[in-house]
Structure formats: structure tokens, C-alpha cells
């Protein structure tokens, strides 16, 4: 979960999924304001009921070894007609010291994301660039700097876990959106590029 969910929260009935419990405690700090949000510390159990409109995974697919089977089993969540909505790292080639350190699995050539969106049984498949050209400096500042202040933990799952409180909303959200709101608008001219640092992937439940 991250920031993100704030903005989902604003507008929307929510329900979230954190496992981890340090994460999962931002989270529902920072969720608290909002009557109609959920946060569950627990992974999104299996068996889903057609409950949700609208099923969102940001940065979440590359930590899991079996990405396909567990992309398949989120669809069951989602009534028909809703959307399932994920965000992914993007290139292999770009694979650096913090992806590894953080727990990921892989990251997604385009066509690779789109591939996985139809595999899962979703239709009108659409992938878009984001992070041109902001990203590029975070990227850099993750693999160069912010690596190398984490904590060492042994095995995937405690990486990924790890991971999970690096990416919650800001205390002061709305300030900072208002000082990225240039870079937002500029970045809009590249999502039918190749150009950025991950990918956003739609898919419509039949």
C-alpha cells in the first residue's frame, strides 16, 4: 500500500490488503480520516466473490514468484465489467541493486506485462509508461543511496515485507502532490512510450 490508496480512500469505498505490520500501522493511521476504508493486515485471501469494481496492485506483482497465478486468482475479486488496475517496474535491463534488496522477482518488458494481462483472462489489455523523467532520479537515488541505509534481512519475503513501508503516503500528501504537479502533467506526454521507469496495466473483467 502507498499513497495511492489515500487518493483512492478520498472518493471511494476501500479495501486494503498490508501484510506487513509495520506498514499495515501507516496505513491505517493515515487512512483513519476516511469512514469507508478497510486496511487488513493479511495477503488477499484466495477465493474471491465478485465483490469490487475495481481490484488496484501497485508494485506488487514482481515481489511473487508466481505472478500469473496469483494475477488470475485477484480477477475473481472483481464483479464483471470492473477493472483491474497494476503498476510493475519496468526493464529487465534495469534490474539494479535495489530491486534485489527490496525483493522483486523480475521487472516487465511491455509487451511481457501485456502478455500476463491476457494470460489471467482480462480483456482490453492497455500498458503505459510512468516516471519519465522524474523516476530516473529516484531510480538512481534508490540503487546509489537508499540501498545501502536498509536494514539487512535474509530470504524474499522479508525483502518484500521490507519494501512495504518504503512506500507509504506521505504525512503532508497534498503539499507534496502540489510540488509534483509539474512533472505529472510532463510525464503525460510519454505513457505511449518506452520512456520511464515502470509500467501501469489495465485489464477489464468479461
Known amino acids: ?82 477493472i ?39 480483456l482490453d489489455p492497455q500498458v503505459m509508461a510512468y516516471g519519465m523523467p522524474i523516476g530516473y532520479l529516484l531510480e538512481t537515488v534508490r540503487n546509489r543511496v537508499l540501498v545501502h541505509r536498509l536494514p539487512v534481512v535474509d530470504g524474499d519475503v522479508q525483502r518484500t515485507l521490507r519494501s512495504g513501508r518504503s512506500f507509504q503516503p506521505l504525512r503532508y500528501v497534498n503539499l507534496v502532490t502540489a510540488v509534483m504537479w509539474p512533472f505529472q502533467l510532463l510525464q503525460r506526454g510519454f505513457v505511449r512510450t518506452s520512456f520511464g521507469i515502470g509500467w501501469v496495466a489495465t485489464g477489464r473483467v468479461a
Not at 38 to 49: K, S
Not at 113 to 120: E, G, P, Q, V
Request: proline share 6%; charged share 25%.
Open 1 to 82: 500500500m502507498g499513497g495511492p490508496s489515500w487518493y483512492i480512500a478520498e472518493s471511494r469505498s476501500y479495501v486494503g490488503y498490508e501484510p506487513d505490520k509495520a506498514a499495515f500501522e501507516v496505513a491505517l493511521n493515515r487512512l483513519r480520516e476516511f469512514p469507508d476504508a478497510v486496511v487488513l493486515n493479511d495477503q488477499i485471501p484466495e477465493g474471491g466473490r465478485q465483490e469490487f469494481d475495481a481490484l488496484v496492485a501497485l508494485e506488487v506483482l514482481e515481489h511473487l514468484d508466481d505472478d500469473i497465478g496469483a494475477l488470475t486468482q485477484w480477477v475473481d475479486w472483481v464483479t464483471p465489467g470492473g
Open 84 to 122: 483491474v488496475i497494476v503498476s510493475v517496474p519496468a526493464k529487465a535491463a534495469r534490474f539494479g541493486p535495489y530491486d534485489a534488496a527490496v525483493g522483486h522477482f523480475r521487472r516487465y518488458e511491455r509487451e511481457e506485462l501485456r502478455d500476463l494481462i491476457t494470460l489471467a483472462g482480462l
